[in-house]
């Protein structure tokens, strides 16, 4: 199989410590790779261009979000395939394989993506249903934390198999939407889409994308037989630049899709948010509300949930 017939996009920010093992498993592989860097403020681009040369790198001067920064890639690719890839991401040579031949030989697929797994090798639910008031209840309350048998529970009899597919390393599976942090994606389908949904700064674009693919009728399949390991918020720990973003692509994505719960979902956010700020007070009760990114974090949300508008954070905002 001729690889260079499949471009692997990767969005950096700050991604330093992380974009060695993904590039030098995609090199490795035989693919063309582009990467995006979004305004790094460390040595990512200077890594980048002396270790591998190979690589095609755009450098934008402002950090534009992931949505615009794929998109800029895409405009510049004309092979058949695209791999979506995180920045601390790695996908060995024969996953990549498996999911470009997936593509190539099931004309009705457009999206497709492996069971991710962590560093320790623990499997990461990366296959998911269509959101709804109830999986937000269950996410946002309860987030990992919360058992997985609850969280099928409450996403419904009709998906949980989707849940059930991340721990079970059979054949390929249709679902819903698929975690962007490794895909496959047909270029015809992700151009008649019109890219990545560039509204989303980011989180929520590639539930967008699945949504918009089983719209056109192509289908998204997850395929456990193989693995990317995914370390997961590796270029950003601070909150109060990460969390704000999530909430309102979450609330954009209930505004498009879901008008009749957008209502319910605003009222979860803004409960989530004042539970937030109530249990960080308590666990530093002496530290000042504007040193804790926690309660900046959730305050954020919370104005972002009372006013529906749009994000304003401190400081850069996080891409992966």
Known sequence: MNQSQATAIIV???????????LTALTEAGLTVRVVDNASADG???LIEDRFPGVRL??????????????????ETDTDTLLLVNPDCTMPAATARALIMMLRVHPHVGVVGPRLVDPRGAIAISAHPFETWTTVLASRFGGGLLPVWLRRLLCGPRRRHVYDACHDPGPPVAVDWLSGACLAVRTSLLKQIGGLDEG??????????????????????????????HIGGASCSDPSRIWPHLYQSQLRFFARHHPETYRIVRMLVLIRAVLGIALARTR??????????RIRAWTHVARIARTAGPVSTEGRPCTS
């Open 12 to 22: 950096t920010h700050n991604s330093e410590a992380q974009i060695t093992g993904c």
């Open 44 to 46: 990512t681009t200077a």
């Open 58 to 75: 755009t450098v934008n001067r402002a950090n534009v979000g992931f949505a615009a920064a794929v998109n800029q890639a895409l405009a």
């Open 200 to 229: 989303y700064f980011m989180y929520y674009e590639d539930e967008e994308l699945c949504l918009q693919a089983w719209r056109r009728g192509a289908h998204v399949l997850y395929v456990p037989a193989v693995e990317a390991v």
């Open 284 to 293: 530093q009760p002496t530290r000042q509300a504007k040193d804790n990114p």
